[in-house]
């Protein structure tokens, strides 16, 4: 059995560009509905609770979602199996974490601890994101620093974590661009080196 993790469930290309709007759009929404800018300003605190845990759990679905169907797409393409024993430990890993993640975030909420919920979250996200790099892909350490870095930013100034979350997910989009650009020109490359043979 071919080891190819490093090709299903990755955030290369076209899934970092999808996974960063998402947070960048969930970060946005929470903004909007904690400060009370839109028109939900009647919104009673348990029902603020309510959209503020179904924002969250939207993003983990979505990213989820987003690397459950480029893995599979990527694999279907290659003609290669999408699950292996690597990627079901992967998927095993993701999953705990996640849920650590939601459940942590879930008691802090009921403690009252809403100053601690960006920074908690971009330290398990920071965590998540270093436990899946590879030799071969040392960027996702700098993402990986960059919501450790940002984390700490949110234990010194609570009022910086929408700022956070938008930095975050406009560095993913980032990354998912110059990723995708990268591999367009290594693939031309490699076309032209062929195309002389």
């Known amino acids: 059995m071919s080891d190819n993790f490093q090709l299903n469930f990755s955030l290369k290309g076209f899934t970092s ?3 960063g709007a998402y947070l960048f759009i969930a970060g946005y929404l ?3 509905i904690l400060n009370n800018v839109t028109p939900l300003e009647t919104l009673s605190p ?5 959209c503020t845990i179904t924002i969250v759990f939207a993003f983990f679905l ?12 990527n694999a279907s393409q290659l003609k290669i199996n999408l699950w292996n024993d690597k990627t079901k430990a992967a998927v095993k890993k993701y ?8 459940i942590s975030l879930i008691v802090l909420m009921n403690l009252e601890l809403t ?3 960006a920074p908690t979250f971009l330290v398990f996200y920071g965590t998540l994101l270093f436990l899946f790099k590879h030799k071969e892909r040392k960027n996702l350490l700098v993402l990986s620093g960059l919501s450790l870095l940002l984390a700490i930013m949110c234990f010194l100034i609570p009022t910086y974590w929408s700022s ?4 975050l997910g406009i560095a993913h989009v980032a990354y ?6 990268y591999r367009a020109k290594e693939l031309n490359l490699r076309n032209k080196l062929n195309s002389e043979i």
């Open 17 to 19: 560009i999808l996974i």
């Open 115 to 117: 100053n601690y919920l």
């Open 176 to 181: 998912g661009v110059v990723i995708k650009e």
């Open 30 to 32: 929470l903004e909007a």
């Open 46 to 50: 348990k029902a603020k609770e309510i």
């Open 62 to 73: 979505l990213a989820s979602f987003t690397l459950f169907y480029m893995g599979k797409r």
């Open 95 to 102: 999953s705990s974490v996640s849920a650590v993640i939601l």
């Open 164 to 167: 956070s979350l938008s930095i």
